[in-house]
């Protein structure tokens, strides 16, 4: 990892943690290239696994980006998952050997980024990535292997804010 003065902050699911594959695998489908974001049979059964009656499956999800892809210590990691996950996050990110870091579970990002004086923000979702770039905050849009890139929001194909390997984070400091 780089030595830097900068804050950065990631999102978990979809950029270091594997949630739509593991999903399609629940489910018995292929893991298929995705155009768009909100994926409808995603969104009807995603509470019957935010559910705290499905806690392996957040224990047991896949690694999409290693901790050795890493380039940049985190300084907090944010996920919009609901608070009853906590502890199931938590053990996934030290069972992972991911860098130690706090974790924050938020449906708004917003507050706890200004609020920890973040740098910068990795997250994989375009409607974060457009909101954080509305608030003036400096962000990146990861960009996984099985999206397009039909997928990169607007702002963020326009500036090329946006990235497929987390090694390029340190690019943007």
């Known amino acids: 990892m780089i030595k830097t003065n900068k804050k950065v902050g990631?999102?978990?699911d979809g950029v270091l943690?594997?949630?739509?594959?593991?999903?399609?695998?629940r489910q018995g489908r292929s893991v298929e290239t995705v155009d768009f974001w909100h994926i409808p049979w995603i969104e009807e059964?995603?509470?019957?696994i935010a559910d705290?009656?499905?806690p392996r499956f957040w224990e047991n999800m896949s690694v999409?980006?290693?901790p050795h892809t890493i380039t940049v210590k985190p300084d907090c990691y944010i996920s919009h998952l609901p608070q009853c996950l906590q502890d199931e996050r938590e053990e996934w990110l030290?069972?992972?050997?991911f860098p130690h870091a706090p974790l924050i579970l938020a449906e708004d990002k917003i507050p706890h980024i200004l609020e920890?004086?973040?740098?910068?923000?990795?997250?994989?979702?375009?409607?974060?990535?457009h909101a954080l770039f509305e608030a003036g905050i400096p962000c990146l849009q990861y960009v996984p292997y099985y999206a397009s890139d039909k997928i990169i929001d607007d702002y963020a194909f326009q500036t090329g804010r946006y990235i497929r390997n987390l090694a390029?984070?340190?690019n943007f400091l």
């Open 10 to 12: 990631y999102d978990v």
């Open 17 to 25: 943690a594997g949630f739509y594959p593991d999903v399609c695998r």
């Open 45 to 48: 059964m995603f509470h019957e």
């Open 52 to 54: 705290r009656n499905e």
């Open 64 to 66: 999409l980006n290693p």
């Open 94 to 97: 030290f069972q992972n050997e």
């Open 116 to 129: 920890r004086g973040l740098d910068l923000f990795i997250d994989d979702n375009p409607a974060t990535i």
């Open 168 to 170: 390029d984070v340190k």
